[in-house]
């Protein structure tokens, strides 16, 4: 089992920024992948950044140049800066665990982001 505890998110103006960050703590192995999904209300969730444990990463295309993961293998933690935000990018945003040997991912509980336009 793996635990995420997320931080960061709210509510911002569109063109402002937020940074959000995530805890990982338990069963953790070291081939793993972290990254940020979101959802907004009516629509599935999606995926927007992730980043393995070597550090190559997978972004969204409609968030490509204004979002940036990273990662803190030694904390086994995962950050997603989000610049030049939009009101479309309003919804929940759930950090992800996932490795090989996992049937499905971890998820963290949510954080919400509003961007206002």
């Known amino acids: 089992q793996v635990q995420l505890v997320e931080s960061g998110g709210g509510l911002v103006q569109a063109g402002g920024s937020l940074r959000l960050s995530c805890a990982a703590s338990g069963s953790i192995v070291n081939t793993n992948t972290m990254g940020w999904y979101r959802q907004a209300p009516g629509k599935q969730r999606e995926l927007v950044a992730t980043v393995t444990r070597g550090g190559p990463t997978n972004y969204a295309n409609s968030v490509k140049g204004r979002f940036t993961i990273s990662r803190d293998n030694a904390k086994n933690t995962v950050s997603l800066q989000m610049n030049s935000l939009k009101p479309e990018d309003s919804a929940v945003y759930y950090c992800?665990?996932?490795?090989?040997?996992?049937?499905?991912?971890?998820w963290g509980q949510g954080t919400q982001v509003t961007v206002a336009s």
């Open positions: 992800s665990y996932t490795s090989p040997w996992m049937n499905h991912p971890s």
